[in-house]
């Protein structure tokens, strides 16, 4: 099952307001700020203040408004060389980083697909996997495991010809490895699995799972 989550037409509300409020006021009491600088900015500087403050919480819900969520169940029965196979796609992969997928906590979860902000990406349409790790970190989520991401796309092969997608780990050696899927211009619908420290195109969607 499939849905879309758009912005809402609606303004934030008197109780999110008062939530992000709650949130705030027991930070700044431990924040260990001193009394009379805080106060000058207060004064002074007030308005930029809120300014600022109010850029964070847009850019945090900016990130996270469109997404594509997806309930995916895995088999945790599956080694990785099943999990893929059960995909039905034709594989390209490095056999020693397939052995290497790191399998989640869970069977099964709601896995979010999101595309980076543009301003992301360098004047190529490119993004590192330093750089994408940056922009889970900005939604709250963390990559999702090569096979709850399998799951997604044995369960729908269709998703990923508009939809490419993947997602990323790190090995032993503290190296990016990647699974991805997609179908390329001859219909072939594809599984890559590789070691590669490169960079990504704006065409992809990346998976992700709430911490």
Excluded at 71 to 82: C, K, L
Excluded at 93 to 110: F, I, L
Excluded at 145 to 161: C, K, Q, R, S, T
Excluded at 183 to 204: C, F, P
Aim: with cysteine.
């Amino acid at each position: 099952m499939t849905s879309v989550v758009t912005p809402s037409e609606n303004s934030i509300t008197a109780g999110q307001i008062g939530k992000v409020c709650d949130l705030l006021t027991p930070a700044l009491r431990k924040s260990g700020l001193q009394n009379e600088p805080t106060q000058q900015v207060i004064e002074h500087q007030g308005d930029a203040l809120v300014a600022d403050m109010v850029a964070v919480v847009r850019k945090r819900v900016e990130a996270i408004s469109n997404l594509i969520v997806r309930h995916a169940i895995g088999n945790r029965n599956h080694t990785p060389e099943e999990a893929l196979k059960a995909t039905g796609r034709r594989q390209y992969v490095t056999d020693s980083v397939v052995k290497t997928m790191p399998r989640g906590a869970t069977a099964e979860a709601d896995v979010y697909f999101f595309k980076p902000d543009k301003s992301a990406y360098d004047k190529d349409g490119l993004i590192n996997d330093d750089n994408l790790a940056k922009e889970y970190e900005l939604r709250g989520l963390k990559p999702a495991d090569p096979y709850l991401l399998a799951a997604v796309n044995e369960a729908d092969p269709a998703f990923a010809d508009d939809h490419p997608n993947g997602t990323h780990w790190k090995d032993k050696d503290g190296k990016w490895c990647y699974a991805a899927f997609y179908r390329w211009y001859d219909d072939e619908r594809r599984v890559l699995v590789d070691r590669y420290d490169d960079v990504w195109g704006d065409y992809w969607w990346f998976a992700g799972v709430r911490k």
